[in-house]
């Protein structure tokens, strides 16, 4: 009977399913084990080879961990909202449900097909009312919360109320958006409107005017990741940076904790440097600077508080709000045409190190509080709003941004760190504006005779004693927008009373998106929700129109799969303390600062608030590669519709065109279907090769339908099977390392599953397997490969696993074996890799459970140790002839069998012995002269 992969696949599909064989509960008498994937966007291109990579490696895991005794979640969902639909919607007029809904069926068909282990009674959708009711009602105790600087937790807003009633701002210590004073008096005196204004400055949840990228074309602000080179991803549209008032998530309230848990889960050290970059903590000072002529204040945020003698000038950023009140009237237009400039660069272009530095004067200058010295205002985009305090004081001897800002404008510079001994340098002649901040003095003022960190806590001191300002740590972390101008995402739960927000009570969740006539802003600008007819509450209060950002139904959703049919909460006591955190999770690096900080921000409120158990929601994370395409490229001579094979290029002035790789096999060209492929060759003439072939050059590049070497999984899937892609996936390089794709290789692949296959049925369909007792030689290759695969599986060095696999069939083919006893633990260490030709050959040895809960072999020591080694044996250190011995033999047997050997007697003839080394199970050499 020969290997049919196609019916065996199928059947095996469907019996899983009929079965429920994935599905799982709590089972207190099993320890838990939770695998997770970052669950996918469902676009309309549906899945390419490289997007199952993480998903095998995280199912052979799942099945291993399985097989080992665990009770294991492996669940799957779809994080469907995006602005590829909603652009789809506009264009067509279709509304984004159904092509998502489109898109979610293909996908989980192709995910089907591969055979993978997910409990789809879990599933989740981020467009559901029925899980996004759970992204309304976090949001909802985000903003019936605030951050306790001394509790070092959320806390319900309600507290601070009464803090308020009681005593005003005096012991208050939140995370806020600015600091503000008043009493317990004027909190009573005040409005309801004003202390709801209030209470946004403290909200975890809150409305403030931001700085965002904004997309006119698109009708909507865009994340950073949504924009490259002053233009939408999306579109290609201009992107500008505009104040809108939005709604924004405290994330810098969680900074020092955020920092602190990467301490606690096991990441990479790269993506935990990632994050904390990322995240930003700096030690150092905040220093008052005055406005010459005015009451203005510049604060300036500094971790070198000790160069504050060296400052030649001082930046704000173009949006801060000083730049109002402090600009001249000579100055205004100019200033006026910079800022409308900057709006059209977005902040990576600002920050980005290869630009070339721009800035205007503001007319005004600052005075150094330490030598009341003058010093001009410049205004430059290199400065944000959102970092620090959008102001800084420029030290262009000691940094190299400010050294390159005053270059650009001829501003003085002044070295301020010289080593020990020497004189101030010529800052003139510098090429590298930077200082080593170690073994330097300070010259300047009462610093003099200091060392760096001597000076910087002196420094510190003087400006507490003088009360021109104060220590401080400050965080590169900004709080995450999290309004968008769309319709397909998730409404917020929040109505508007006299112009403030407050928010539905939870008995009111979902609040389901409406029907809208058009998917674009309205005539007056706003959002789409703006086109819904009756958008109000029941008391007539008009509801919110912008929408949640994608990350909001990502940032939970590993918690939802815990529970996912629990309608009175996110997930039960029960369930999360069952689950308790996800063991092991699989993705992209690409997600290092967008979603991990915002799943694990949204982790710890939870954990605030008693809903979940564990501070981090990701215990362990593995980043795959990518795997990329092999692009294959024909060459056409220039001015003509003639094209030259590979080899004979050289010979001609050719042009390099991709070419579909469906096209291609092997490298060759197959001319008919490339005549057909397109119009424009349809009369095209080709120089061939010898042999009359037409050669294609080929390249490995990232993965993409513009370059025509996306690989559909459908495909291989059709022709070689499901075990043999997962097991090609694998087999193709480390799991973190990126790889190309190369259906070259993978004949090898399946011709190992046809070869396991044969070890178990003739091609009549006649069973081989037998009852004997297998021998040493049987035994010992079976137990090193339980022993190799087993360690490599914890390691998720599943390629090595591939190749021990391969080692492990040939070896036992060779020895024609077919015993029960080798073969039944091997197609249980093969399960996890090709599920269903394992399987197959489980049923067909008798069994009637499923091959996934067969308990995983254990190695036996004792075939793991050699019963024989092959010594070199060498002559004054050149190797004459081996010696097969006992793996046990003694030293003196050794030497005796050397020596005594037939072929020693060449080297030994007329020679004296002088010495005989020997190192047990390496080497014999003699020394003879």
């Known amino acids: 009977m020969e290997y049919n992969f196609k019916e065996i696949e199928k059947k095996w599909q469907q019996f899983w399913k009929d079965q429920k064989i994935y599905e799982v509960d709590i089972d207190k008498n099993r320890p838990k084990y939770y695998v997770l994937d970052m669950f996918p966007y469902p676009s309309g291109a549906g899945l390419h080879v490289g997007h199952p990579l993480g998903y095998i490696a995280s199912d052979i895991f799942s099945r291993y961990k399985r097989s080992s005794g665990y009770n294991v979640l492996h669940p799957m969902g779809f994080d469907a909202y995006g602005l590829p639909a909603e652009q789809y919607a506009i264009q ?16 989980r068909e192709q995910l089907d097909k591969i055979g993978f282990s997910y409990d789809w009674n879990r599933e989740v959708k981020t467009c559901d009312p029925k899980y996004y009711k759970w992204t309304q009602w976090a949001f909802i105790q985000m903003f019936h919360h605030y951050y306790d600087n001394k509790a070092n937790k959320a806390l319900p807003i309600k507290e601070l109320i009464k803090q308020f009633e009681t005593s005003g701002t005096k012991d208050v210590d939140a995370a806020c958006t600015k600091e503000l004073s008043f009493t317990a008096e004027e909190w009573l005196n005040m409005s309801e409107k004003e202390q709801q204004e209030v209470l946004l400055n403290y909200r975890i949840a809150y409305l403030a005017d931001t700085m965002v990228n904004w997309c006119p074309k698109l009708g909507t602000v865009l994340a950073n990741d949504e924009v490259k080179d002053g233009v939408s991803i999306r579109g290609g549209y201009p992107v500008e940076q505009k104040v809108m008032r939005q709604w924004s998530l405290r994330i810098s309230a969680y900074a020092e904790r955020l920092l602190e848990g990467l301490d606690t889960i096991d990441w990479s050290d790269s993506l935990k440097e990632i994050q904390r970059n990322w995240i930003g903590r700096s030690e150092g000072a905040e220093i008052i600077f005055p406005v010459k002529d005015s009451d203005v204040e510049m ?77 001009p205002i410049w205004i430059s985009d290199y400065v944000l709003a959102g970092y620090g305090t959008g102001a800084i004081m420029a030290v262009p001897a000691h940094d190299s941004r400010d050294f390159a800002f005053a270059r650009t404008f001829n501003l003085p510079i002044i070295q301020v760190v010289v080593p020990e001994g020497e004189e101030p340098a010529d800052v003139s002649q510098w090429d590298d504006a930077k200082d080593s901040k170690e073994g330097y003095l300070i010259n300047s003022g009462f610093l003099n005779g200091l060392k760096v960190p001597e000076a910087i806590e002196r420094t510190k001191e003087f400006i507490r004693e003088k009360k021109i300002g104060d220590v401080k740590v400050n965080y590169r972390l900004r709080d995450a927008i999290f309004s968008r101008q769309r319709y397909w995402g998730e409404p917020f739960p929040v109505y508007y009373k006299d112009g403030m927000p407050y928010t539905l009570d939870e008995s009111e969740l979902p609040l389901e998106l409406p029907e809208i006539d058009k998917y674009l802003p309205t005539e007056k600008g706003e959002p789409p929700l703006g086109r819904a007819k009756n958008w109000k509450t029941k008391d007539g209060y008009p509801l919110e129109l912008n929408t949640m950002p994608g990350f909001a139904g990502s940032s939970a959703y590993f918690l939802r799969y815990m529970d996912p049919h629990n309608d009175q909460a996110l997930v039960s006591t029960e369930a999360n303390q069952y689950w308790q955190d996800v063991d092991l999770y699989i993705g992209g690096t690409e997600h290092a600062t967008g979603h991990l900080i915002y799943a694990r921000f949204w982790n710890k409120f939870l954990y605030d608030l008693g809903v979940v158990c564990k501070p981090e929601p990701f215990r362990k994370l593995v980043n795959q590669g990518m795997i990329q395409g092999r692009s294959n490229f024909v060459y056409r001579i220039k001015g003509t519709n003639t094209f030259v094979s590979y080899n004979l290029k050289k010979d001609y002035d050719v042009t390099p065109i991709h070419v579909d790789i469906s096209l291609v096999h092997n490298d060759i060209l197959d001319i008919e279907a490339f005549k057909k492929w397109s119009p424009e060759y349809k009369d095209a003439e080709f120089v061939l090769e010898e042999g009359n072939k037409y050669v294609c050059g080929w390249a490995v590049e990232k993965m993409s339908k513009s370059m025509f070497n996306v690989v559909n999984p459908d495909n291989i899937i059709e022709q070689y099977g499901a075990d043999t892609l997962r097991l090609y996936e694998m087999f193709l390089g480390p799991l973190e390392q990126s790889k190309p794709w190369d259906t070259n290789g993978i004949d090898g692949v399946h011709k190992f599953l046809r070869k396991t296959w044969r070890l178990f049925t003739d091609r009549e369909g006649k069973l081989l397997v037998s009852d004997d007792k297998p021998n040493r030689d049987e035994l010992k290759i079976l137990h090193r490969t339980i022993a190799k695969v087993t360690e490599d599986i914890e390691r998720f060095s599943f390629n090595t696993c591939v190749s021990a696999f391969m080692i492990c069939v040939n070896q036992l083919s060779e020895l024609k074996c077919h015993k029960r006893e080798i073969l039944e633990p091997l197609l249980i260490l093969i399960s996890p890799f090709a599920p269903h030709i394992t399987e197959e050959l489980w049923h067909l040895l008798g069994h009637t459970s499923s091959i996934i809960d067969a308990p995983w072999p254990k190695s036996d020591d004792q075939y793991l140790k050699d019963d024989t080694v092959v010594y070199p044996v060498s002559f004054n250190g050149k190797m004459r002839f081996k010696l097969e011995m006992p793996a046990d033999a003694k030293k003196e047997e050794l030497e005796k069998a050397a020596l005594e050997h037939e072929a020693a007697n060449k080297w030994l003839e007329g020679k004296t012995v002088r010495k005989v080394i020997i190192v047990p199970g390496k080497i014999i050499n003699i020394v003879v002269s």
Do not use: C, W
């Open 92 to 107: 067509t007029g279709q509304h984004p449900a159904i092509t998502t809904e489109i898109n979610i069926k293909r996908y």
């Open 299 to 375: 604060k300036i945020f500094t971790t070198r508080a000790d160069t504050i003698f060296g400052v030649t000038f001082m930046v704000l950023a173009p949006e801060s709000e000083l730049v109002g009140k402090i600009v001249t009237s000579e100055q205004k237009a100019e200033v006026d045409k910079y800022i409308t400039d900057t709006k059209k660069r977005t902040e990576r272009e600002r920050l980005s190190e290869v630009k070339k530095m721009t800035g205007v004067f503001s007319g005004a200058y600052a005075i150094n509080p330490l030598n009341n010295k003058e010093v």
